[in-house]
C-alpha cells in the first residue's frame, strides 16, 4: 500500500502499517519482550534489544511518521522525553529561539536542565515577523507551538520554515495541541515535529509518551542514535495503546472541534468572560493563519474570568462537574485547568503573565461528550 496516495483518515488506520508476518494478525502483537535471538554473534532478524527496537514500538514509529507526511518516526516515554533527545542535538555555546508561550514543562526542561549544560535559550513572541532579528551566529534550533499552550496563538509554521532555511536551523514544532488531522508541519517547511502522545493521539487519557517524526535522513539517523543511547523509550504496551487511539484520531478530532466551536462561542457571549482564546473567532490574532495552515480550530479553548483573582477563578473551575479538574488534554473526556497553579507553575510568574497566563485564566480541553450537557455544565460553573 502506497501511503503517498491515501488520506489522513485512512493512514490514521492502515499508515506505516502491516499484519502481522507470523500470524497474520490485524493489530500489531504486543511483542513484550526485552531481548531477541541471534543466530551468530552480530546476526539476526533486525531486533536485539528492546530499547534499541521493538516490534510494536516500530509499528507506532511507521504510523506517526505517516500520518505526519514524514519518512522516520520515534517514540519515547513521554512528551519531555522526545524533547529532551532534540535538545541534545546541540552542543555547549548553542541558542534555541522559542516562542515564549509554551508549556509549563518545556520551558522548566529548558531553563533548568539545558541551560546548565551550555545551551543558552531565547523566548520571543512569535506571533509577527519581528522575532526573525532575534536570529544570531549562535542559533541552531527554532522551537515553536502552535496553537500554543495555553494561550492558543497561531504561529506560521511556512514563515518560520524560511527564516530556518536561510540560516540552517533545525526548525522543531511541537504539534500537540492541532495534531496531524489538523495541521501537518513538515509538509510546511519543519523538519521535525513533536508531540506529547499522551494528548490527542493516545485519546483515552490512560498513556504517556512522546513522539518525533521527520522527513531528514541526516536528522532521523541522530534521533535514533540518541533514543538509543539515552534510553527513554516507549514500552510495548504503550505503543499498542497509542497505536490503538490513533486508528481513531479523524472521528475524534472531528468531534473536538465542532464541540470547541460550541464551547468557544458560548463563552464569549456570557457576561462573565473577559476573554476568549480559540483560533477559530475572527477576532483571533493568529485567525487568518489558521485557516490557511490547520484544516480546523481544534478543541482547546482559555478564556478569563472577569474581574477575578484567583479565589474567584479556583472556584469556577473546581464548580464544573462534567468537565473534570485535572491536567492534561486531548482525551475524549472534557477537562479543565488552572493553567497558572497547574501546568505553567513552573514558569516564573512575573513570565507567566507577560503572555496572558494570569489567575484568572482557564483552559479546557474541550472532549467529545453532548455538547449540551457541556454547555450547561459551564453556565452553572459561571453562575457561582
Same mark, same amino acid.
Given at each position: 500500500m502506497d501511503d503517498k496516495n491515501l488520506q489522513i483518515e485512512t493512514l490514521a488506520i492502515h499508515g506505516g502499517q502491516q499484519h502481522d508476518p507470523s500470524t497474520g494478525a490485524v493489530m500489531p502483537p504486543i511483542y513484550q519482550t526485552s531481548t531477541y535471538v541471534q543466530e551468530y554473534p552480530g546476526k539476526h532478524k533486525g531486533y536485539e534489544y528492546s530499547r534499541s527496537g521493538n516490534p510494536t514500538r516500530t509499528a507506532l514509529e511507521n504510523a506517526i511518521a505517516s500520518i505526519e507526511g514524514g519518512t522516520h518516526g520515534a517514540a519515547f516515554g513521554s512528551g519531555l522525553a522526545a524533547i529532551d533527545c532534540m535538545l541534545k542535538f546541540l552542543s555547549p555555546g548553542d541558542e534555541v529561539i522559542a516562542c515564549n508561550d509554551l508549556y509549563g514543562g518545556t520551558y522548566r526542561l529548558f531553563t533548568k536542565m539545558f541551560s546548565n549544560y551550555g545551551i543558552q535559550f531565547?523566548?520571543?513572541?512569535?506571533?509577527?515577523?519581528?522575532?526573525?532579528s532575534a536570529v544570531s551566529e549562535s542559533t541552531k534550533m527554532l522551537w515553536m507551538e502552535t496553537p500554543t499552550n495555553p494561550m492558543l496563538n497561531v504561529l506560521d509554521i511556512e514563515a518560520a520554515s524560511k527564516v530556518a532555511k536561510a540560516h540552517e536551523l533545525i526548525l522543531v514544532v511541537d504539534n500537540t495541541f492541532a495534531t496531524p488531522y489538523l495541521q501537518r508541519p513538515l509538509d510546511l517547511g519543519a523538519d521535525v515535529v513533536m508531540h506529547s502522545g499522551t494528548k490527542y493521539l493516545g485519546g483515552h487519557s490512560d498513556v504517556v509518551l512522546g513522539l518525533l517524526a521527520t522527513k531528514n535522513e541526516a536528522i532521523a539517523e541522530k534521533m535514533y542514535f540518541i533514543q538509543n543511547a539515552s534510553g527513554a523509550v516507549l514500552g510495548p504496551m504503550d505503543s499498542f495503546l497509542a497505536l490503538r487511539g490513533i486508528k481513531t484520531l479523524h472521528?475524534?478530532?472531528?468531534?473536538?472541534?465542532?464541540?470547541?466551536?460550541?464551547?468557544?462561542?458560548?463563552?464569549?457571549?456570557?457576561?462573565?468572560?473577559?476573554?476568549?482564546?480559540?483560533?477559530?473567532? *475572527?477576532?483571533?490574532?493568529?485567525?487568518? /493563519?489558521? *485557516?490557511?495552515?490547520? *484544516?480546523?480550530?481544534?478543541?482547546? /479553548?482559555?478564556?478569563?474570568? *472577569?474581574?477575578?483573582?484567583?479565589?474567584?477563578?479556583?472556584?469556577?473551575?473546581?464548580?464544573?462537574?462534567?468537565?473534570?479538574?485535572?491536567?492534561?488534554?486531548?482525551?475524549?473526556?472534557?477537562?479543565?485547568?488552572?493553567?497558572?497553579?497547574?501546568?505553567?507553575?513552573?514558569?516564573?510568574?512575573?513570565?507567566?503573565?507577560?503572555?496572558?497566563?494570569?489567575?484568572?485564566?482557564?483552559?479546557?480541553?474541550?472532549?467529545?461528550?453532548?455538547?449540551?450537557?457541556?454547555?450547561?455544565?459551564?453556565?452553572?460553573?459561571?453562575?457561582?
Open positions: 531565547k523566548f520571543v513572541d512569535m506571533s509577527n515577523d519581528q522575532w526573525h472521528v475524534r478530532m472531528d468531534r473536538h472541534c465542532e464541540n470547541g466551536e460550541a464551547v468557544a462561542h458560548f463563552l464569549g457571549a456570557h457576561p462573565a468572560v473577559a476573554n476568549v482564546y480559540w483560533p477559530g473567532l *475572527k477576532g483571533h490574532n493568529g485567525h487568518e /493563519v489558521a *485557516k490557511r495552515q490547520m *484544516k480546523k480550530f481544534g478543541g482547546m /479553548v482559555s478564556f478569563t474570568i *472577569k474581574d477575578a483573582g484567583f479565589e474567584k477563578t479556583a472556584e469556577v473551575v473546581s464548580a464544573l462537574r462534567v468537565f473534570t479538574l485535572a491536567e492534561s488534554l486531548g482525551g475524549v473526556e472534557s477537562l479543565a485547568g488552572h493553567p497558572a497553579s497547574m501546568t505553567h507553575a513552573s514558569i516564573p510568574k512575573e513570565e507567566r503573565e507577560k503572555v496572558g497566563v494570569t489567575d484568572n485564566l482557564i483552559r479546557l480541553s474541550v472532549g467529545i461528550e453532548n455538547i449540551n450537557d457541556l454547555l450547561a455544565d459551564l453556565e452553572q460553573a459561571l453562575a457561582k
